[in-house]
């Protein structure tokens, strides 16, 4: 079970808890404890990745590879079982991103549950601007259905798969 190996390989290379709980950003701007999996030292400032001077000194041997796989995310499930989050939808928000959440919040982005994997996530991912993510959470409100879930999900497999739009 992939679960269990990360959980141990996060246990046995860095000390510290397996799971990183991060204060993000729900539908309608609520806030709710998301778990991952700890990619990062104990004392990480809780701040965009992007934000850090310096982030891949801020991983842990392993964070590298559980980012770029995406396997970080896994226990995000937790999330989508109590309701907090869904498989598709914009990517959950720090809480600390003003920028992000005020632009979401303007375009009516806020009123969608977050997502394991959203619209934005499949174009660009971690390459693009918060301004350019929000108008794709946009595009992916007035077009959301089914089989664009369904598009995204394929999507994102090949993106993980490829370890594409992953900077850290």
Same mark, same amino acid.
């Given at each position: 079970?992939?679960?269990?190996?990360?959980?141990?390989?996060?246990?046995?290379? +860095?000390?510290?808890?397996? $799971?990183?709980?991060?204060d993000?950003?729900?539908? #309608?701007n609520?806030? /709710?404890?998301? =778990?991952?999996?700890?990619?990062?030292?104990?004392?990480t400032?809780?701040?965009?990745?992007h934000?850090?001077?310096?982030?891949?000194?801020?991983?842990?041997?392993?964070?590298?590879?559980?980012?770029? +796989?995406?396997?970080?995310? $896994?226990?995000?499930i937790?999330s989508?079982?109590? #309701?907090?989050?869904? /498989?598709?939808? =914009?990517?959950?928000?720090?809480?600390?991103?003003?920028?992000?959440?005020?632009?979401?919040t303007?375009?009516?982005?806020?009123?969608?549950?977050?997502?394991l994997?959203?619209?934005?996530?499949?174009?660009?991912?971690?390459?693009?601007?918060?301004?350019?993510?929000?108008?794709?959470? #946009?595009?992916?409100?007035?077009?959301?259905?089914c089989?664009l879930d369904?598009?995204?999900?394929?999507?994102?497999?090949?993106?993980v798969?490829?370890?594409?739009?992953v900077?850290h």
């Amino acid at each position: 079970m992939p679960v269990a190996f990360v959980a141990l390989a996060v246990r046995f290379t +860095s000390p510290g808890p397996i $799971l990183y709980w991060s204060d993000r950003v729900g539908k #309608g701007n609520r806030i /709710f404890r998301m =778990p991952k999996f700890r990619t990062m030292w104990i004392g990480t400032p809780a701040v965009a990745t992007h934000l850090l001077t310096n982030p891949g000194s801020h991983l842990t041997p392993i964070g590298s590879f559980l980012r770029k +796989s995406s396997l970080d995310e $896994l226990p995000q499930i937790w999330s989508i079982v109590r #309701g907090d989050m869904s /498989f598709v939808g =914009p990517r959950p928000a720090l809480y600390n991103q003003d920028d992000l959440i005020a632009l979401r919040t303007q375009c009516g982005v806020h009123v969608l549950v977050p997502g394991l994997t959203g619209w934005a996530q499949v174009n660009g991912r971690d390459d693009i601007p918060i301004p350019r993510k929000v108008m794709l959470d #946009g595009e992916y409100m007035a077009q959301q259905s089914c089989w664009l879930d369904c598009k995204i999900l394929w999507m994102t497999f090949l993106k993980v798969i490829k370890r594409d739009g992953v900077t850290h």
